[in-house]
């Protein structure tokens, strides 16, 4: 064997990382390193909800790969992967391009689960991407505009499906972006409503309840209406329909209730649950020791509750950065360090000065924990970019 070929699939937190410590740690002419992503920069998913409302700039929430690469070391192709066949070795881009692998690092992130919801995929936003959020806020822009004109309340009428940590940080945002709007578009605040609707019997599910309380109370304050234990039946062009039979009339849905593994890594024929591959101690598929899931698509057990780690950017940064290790382990033929994540908390925004969060076993309530949210936002950029990350990006 020549020098061995590692691919990258996707730039986001797990893949990105992981190519970050490759070129930290592989030594010239050890291995060649190319990165495919669907563009030229990686985006800040965990910040996504604040341009989705229009709260910040989507701009801001992304940076060019060749500032956080050498692409001396790493060579990326922008491209969109449609096809992985694990027998031949080999990926294929949109563009018929095929790629072939001695290693496989599959770091494709997630895309929604609509739980066979009936026109969710049809109908509703999901907050997945720079372009998916700049829709949003464009649309929930243009509706307002349209408002005075046509005078329907579903135009000022926001669904947002879910009340897990994504859609509450998004309703958060919503109640900080709205008065502005009201203002810009002269439309009475009296008439506007977001809709906070959950299937589970309380929002933020697992979290703590005194968290979830202070969270309810504030979003409550700044005018969300929450509809818990109450499932979207269907969503139409309309609007939604919930389980119970009331439709809310809403010309803007956003579905937040959930994400599968990246739909690649299933049609490639690897076992997954919710389209996530449960890998072994070292973040290998099943029965493949050169092929890797980061991020996302890989599902561990958390053995102190027997239950899968949520996927989260903290978990994608720490894999990443294990994995990029193990894989010049395994090329130098030395041993390999089993992925343990260490969780060093969760902070939830509610919106400007507002957020809730546990850090180790403490719970942190208000501007506390806005201040801390925005510690673990900066800290993030600086494990994937260093200080000159930190220094173009950083949230004061
Ligand atoms: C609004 C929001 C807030 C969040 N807040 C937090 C938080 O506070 N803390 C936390 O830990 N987690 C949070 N998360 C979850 C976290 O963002 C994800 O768990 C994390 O982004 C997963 O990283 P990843 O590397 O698997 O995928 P991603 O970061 O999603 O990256 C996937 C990459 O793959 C690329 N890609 C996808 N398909 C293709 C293709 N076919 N071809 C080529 N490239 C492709 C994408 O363009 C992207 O660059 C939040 C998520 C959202 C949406």
């Excluded at 391009?97 to 599959?106: A, F, G, N, Q, T």
């Excluded at 202070?214 to 939604?240: D, H, Q, S």
């Excluded at 449960?278 to 053995?303: Q, R, S, T």
Aim: charged share 25%.
């Amino acid at each position: 064997m020549g020098i061995p070929k590692i691919l990258i699939l996707g730039a986001g937190y797990g893949g990105l990382m992981t190519a970050v410590r490759l070129e930290k740690i592989l030594n010239y002419n050890e291995a060649e390193v190319t990165l495919v992503n669907k563009h030229e920069y990686h985006y800040f998913t965990t910040w996504l909800h604040e341009p989705a409302a229009g709260t910040k700039d989507p701009d801001k929430c992304r940076v060019g790969l060749d500032q956080i690469l050498d692409m001396n070391k790493t060579q990326f192709i922008k491209g969109t992967v449609t096809s992985i066949d694990k027998e031949a070795q080999k990926v294929t881009l949109e563009n018929g391009e095929d790629l072939s692998y001695d290693y496989l690092v599959i770091g494709l992130g997630s895309e929604p689960e609509t739980f066979g919801i009936e026109g969710l995929r049809n109908h509703a936003f999901s907050i997945s991407n720079i372009n998916a959020v700049r829709e949003i806020r464009e649309h929930i822009e243009y509706n307002f505009a349209r408002y005075n004109q046509e005078k329907s309340s579903d135009l000022v009428t926001i669904v947002v499906g879910g009340a897990g940590f994504t859609g509450v940080e998004f309703v958060g945002e919503l109640t900080d972006r709205i008065p502005e709007l009201c203002k810009e578009f002269d439309v009475d605040p009296s008439v506007v409503k977001i809709y906070s609707v959950e299937a589970a019997p309380t929002v933020l599910p697992g979290f703590d309840p005194e968290l979830v309380n202070y969270a309810m109370e504030v979003l409550t304050r700044k005018g969300v209406t929450f509809k818990i234990n109450t499932p979207i039946k269907e969503c139409t062009p309309e609007g939604v329909v919930l389980a119970d039979g009331e439709a809310i009339k809403s010309n803007t849905v956003v579905w937040t209730g959930g994400v599968r593994g990246n739909a690649i890594i299933e049609q490639a024929g690897f076992e997954t649950m919710r389209g996530r591959v449960k890998v072994d101690e070292f973040l290998h598929a099943p029965g493949h020791d050169n092929v890797f899931v980061v991020g996302d698509g890989a599902l561990i057990i958390n053995e102190e509750i027997n239950r899968p780690y949520p996927p989260t950017a903290q978990i994608a940064i720490q894999q990443g950065n294990n994995l990029g290790d193990n894989i010049v382990a395994t090329i130098r033929g030395a041993k390999l360090t089993p992925f343990k994540p260490s969780l060093k908390g969760t902070v939830a925004s509610l919106g400007k000065g507002e957020a809730i969060g546990l850090v180790g076993s403490k719970k942190i309530f208000g501007t506390t924990a806005a201040i801390m949210k925005k510690v673990v936002d900066n800290r993030s950029l600086f494990l994937i970019g260093g200080l000159s990350l930190v220094m173009k990006k950083a949230k004061l």
